[in-house]
């Protein structure tokens, strides 16, 4: 049975890949001028299957800082993009993240979870390493105003999984660590992170699978809903 959680009186989120996704419409577009077939489904599955092969493999202790700053290489080329293309294609995507196009898609259901959370009178905050434009991405998608605080990494200067952050956030919502939770994506960065200052913490993974993990694991964002009642 899924962990249970009592007394939680703030919520923080990570931001990419766990309330906002990368544009996969975009990116099945730029594939495709390079002559690689594929669809947005199919990347948006990739994208989870490799991070919970990742998350997996920093639960059992290997080192994955590697693996991370390859990630969307890794990913693209389990899409098809060879090695001719491949710097073209990030190349492009790059301009495309630059431009503020790719961190703009939201799962079905986020806004109408974060609502409910925040009706619960519980303060919301996002936490996330990010390159001092979050705010705006949250503003164009709708979500900021579900949202006490947003903790931008750039914008402060520290980044996760350094405790500093997590505490700024703990200091932002007025509660102590045992009163908050914290959910992302990244076990390591996320998980780790956040129990280092003593608050507890749920992986997200529409691909994740729960058992290997010694954190609950959703696959979906209303499953929240189902651990705090």
Known sequence: MMERFTGIKAIFFDAGNTIIFPNYRLMEKVLSTYGVRTTAEE?????????????????AGEE?????????VALL????M?????????????????????????????AETLGALQASGRTLGV???SEGRLE??????????????????AIIGINKPDPGIFRMALERAG??????????DNYPIDILGARRVGMA??????????????CPVIDRLNALEELLN
């Open 82 to 110: 060879t090695r001719d293309i491949q710097t073209e294609v990030i190349k492009e995507l790059t301009v495309r993240s630059e431009q503020g196009a790719l961190w703009l898609q939201v799962l079905d259901g986020t």
């Open 127 to 129: 936490v996330s390493n």
């Open 175 to 184: 509660v102590q660590p045992h009163e908050a939770l914290f959910v992302g």
């Open 136 to 153: 705006s991405f949250l503003e164009q998608v709708g979500l900021r105003p579900y949202f006490a605080f947003v903790l931008d990494s």
């Open 64 to 72: 994955t800082s590697h693996l991370w700053e390859q990630y969307w």
């Open 43 to 59: 990347l948006f599955r990739l994208d989870c299957e490799q991070r919970d092969q990742y998350n997996r493999r920093a639960a």
């Open 77 to 80: 080329r389990r899409a098809g």
């Open 201 to 214: 913490g749920v992986l997200f993974n529409p691909a994740g699978h729960e058992g290997v993990f010694d």
